[in-house]
């Protein structure tokens, strides 16, 4: 299975992706390629930046299976290379975690997690807001932040 759960002895040593880098992000001024790994739910709800693509983690298993004309109709943005940078963004940063280093296995090289996820991404943008987690069905927890 190419996306899998962390094993508890297996530690991903991660790039992050730096404060000054994302305030670059936001500005337009890189060519990054920020996918969000939130629900779509967790994204409507309480917001997500314009620039973000958007990969639910939960479906980025088959996603990366896609030839890519069907991961572009899907998802709305290009298939990536290995060469792109990719920035990986969640709530906390648990799903970004696992899922660069299934990039990693992929041959992807310029992977980064932004550490601070959502409550990093409400300094950049109001409407963005950090909550507690929640699962579908669940009651939707207030905003935090």
């Given at each position: 299975m190419l996306f899998r759960s962390l094993a508890m002895d297996e530690r991903p040593n991660p790039q992050y992706f730096?404060?000054?880098?994302?305030?670059?992000?936001?500005?337009?001024?890189?060519?990054?390629?920020?996918i969000d790994l939130r629900r779509k739910d967790e994204q409507e709800i309480f917001g997500k930046a314009s620039f973000m693509q958007c990969v639910d983690?939960?479906?980025?298993?088959?996603?990366?299976?896609?030839?890519t004309s069907e991961f572009q109709s899907k998802y709305g943005f290009s298939f990536p290379n290995p060469n792109d940078a990719i920035v990986l963004i969640c709530?906390?940063?648990?799903?970004?975690?696992?899922?660069?280093?299934?990039?990693?296995?992929?041959?992807?090289?310029?992977?980064f997690v932004w550490e601070s996820g959502v409550k990093g991404l409400h300094d950049f943008d109001e409407n963005i807001h950090f909550y507690e987690s929640y699962e579908i069905g669940d009651e939707v927890p207030p905003v935090l932040l």
């Open positions: 730096e404060t000054e880098r994302m305030q670059k992000l936001f500005a337009g001024d890189t060519s990054a390629i920020a983690d939960e479906e980025f298993d088959d996603a990366m299976k896609l030839e709530r906390t940063k648990r799903r970004a975690l696992r899922v660069s280093l299934v990039l990693k296995e992929m041959g992807f090289s310029q992977v």
